[in-house]
């Protein structure tokens, strides 16, 4: 499959939604200020640089965009698993390494590069619409913050809405004591998100059940030939993990389960 968006681009995505969540009210106060304050030549809103330090007498300073951008960068693990599809993905590949019985075959890097590359396939869309709707007239200056922030969430708003159960919304609801919402809208973020987790739990565990069901047949007829044939010494474990590699490479398990991955999520 080829990719249109290019990695720079979702990284400026990531980064760009990261200084939204954490650093909103700081861009909304400073344009509000910037708007009040008379302005000597036409400029846009922008936010004050900030001092950085001082070489000799003279002051360093860097704007506050740069800053928060930087800042933004440390909270991609956290964005990464809090709304993508990244949660199902690497647990569901992590529980297929253990029914494999392979131990760290595959690395955890390969299965980390895995992931992340079947995350950008499937949040493609997603990330092409907060780019469009969003992102770019922000960075373009064809739309002030707030409507930009409200644009480039939402396709992730209803991706999000998307995956998550019903009863996981209403727990998380009443325990911050919100809701009922009349919209999706309503639905405050962090309860999305605390939400949106537990339910890609649950799936990714769902799934990796039916993958578990018959490597655990192999190892009970393997167990139960051994005990017949009077080698109990003998591991189980040993004699069954050939004949599970062999099932899962003559049916193609690895294209298998990551079409299935790709395929369990719910559209937008």
Request: hydrophobic share 55%; net charge neutral.
């Amino acid at each position: 499959m080829k990719l249109s968006l290019p990695r720079p681009r979702t990284l400026l995505i990531l980064c760009a939604l990261a200084c939204c969540l954490f650093a909103g009210d700081v861009f909304a106060q400073a344009a509000q200020a910037a708007q009040a304050a008379p302005a000597v030549a036409p400029a846009s809103p922008s936010l004050p640089d900030v001092n950085v330090g001082q070489i000799g007498n003279q002051p360093v300073s860097m704007p506050m965009q740069v800053l928060l951008l930087m800042t933004s960068i440390t909270l991609l693990p956290a964005l990464l698993l809090g709304v993508t599809a990244f949660t199902r993905i690497i647990i569901v590949l992590s529980l297929l390494r253990q029914a494999l019985g392979t131990g760290q075959a595959p690395s955890n890097q390969v299965l980390l590069a895995l992931a992340l590359f079947l995350t950008v396939m499937v949040m493609q869309p997603v990330f092409d619409q907060s780019w469009n709707a969003g992102i770019a007239p922000y960075l373009d200056k064809q739309m002030d913050f707030r409507t930009a922030w409200e644009a480039a969430s939402g396709p992730f708003r209803a991706f999000m809405l998307a995956q998550v159960r019903e009863n996981d919304l209403m727990t998380f609801a009443n325990l911050s004591n919100t809701g009922p919402y009349a919209t999706p809208q309503d639905v405050p973020f962090g309860v999305l998100a605390a939400s949106f987790l537990t339910s890609e739990l649950k799936t990714a565990f769902e799934i990796a059940f039916l993958i578990y069901i018959p490597f655990v047949i192999i190892d009970l007829v393997v167990a139960s030939v051994l005990m017949s044939m009077g080698m109990m010494m003998l591991s189980p474990m040993l004699i069954s993990a050939p004949f599970k590699i062999l099932l899962f490479v003559l049916v193609d398990g690895w294209v298998l389960v990551v079409g299935a991955l790709a395929g369990s999520f719910n559209t937008i």
